[in-house]
């Protein structure tokens, strides 16, 4: 079993960045690959990207290519998700996935945290 934790969401400012993070835990986590999707109301699941645990390999959602950057943290277990030039658009549930990251840039996720929510004012 591996168990991710979502934390760094809120309430900011359009214009804001802010940076969310991951915590992975449990077996074999090196296995896995981290993604961070992210839903807003009335809207479905949509993936930002992904990442291996080098850093190596990322991808992104071509919405997300130009203001989001996901790093992985080895030694914390941890991946971070930054947005920057935050819009309200970017208002949604964020969460992370460990699954299966392939070659193609698609990933298959097993498990997903809770997710953190990001508010973003006007």
């Known amino acids: 079993q591996v168990q991710l934790v979502e934390s760094g969401g809120g309430l900011v400012r359009t214009g804001d960045s802010l940076r969310l993070s991951c915590a992975v835990s449990?077996?074999?986590?090196?296995?896995?690959?981290v993604g961070w999707f992210r839903q807003a109301p009335g809207k479905e699941r949509e993936r930002v990207g992904a990442?291996?645990?080098?850093?190596?390999?990322?991808y992104y959602a071509a919405s997300a290519k130009d203001r989001f950057t996901i790093s992985p943290d080895n030694a914390q277990n941890t991946v971070y998700l930054q947005i920057n030039s935050l819009k309200p658009e970017d208002a949604a549930v964020y969460y992370c996935?460990?699954?299966?990251?392939?070659?193609?840039?698609?990933?298959?996720?097993?498990?997903w945290g809770q997710g953190t929510q990001v508010t973003v004012s006007s």
């Open positions: 996935a460990a699954g299966v990251l392939l070659e193609t840039g698609r990933f298959v996720s097993n498990y």
């Open positions: 449990g077996r074999a986590v090196s296995r896995f690959g």
């Open positions: 990442t291996n645990w080098s850093g190596t390999e990322t």
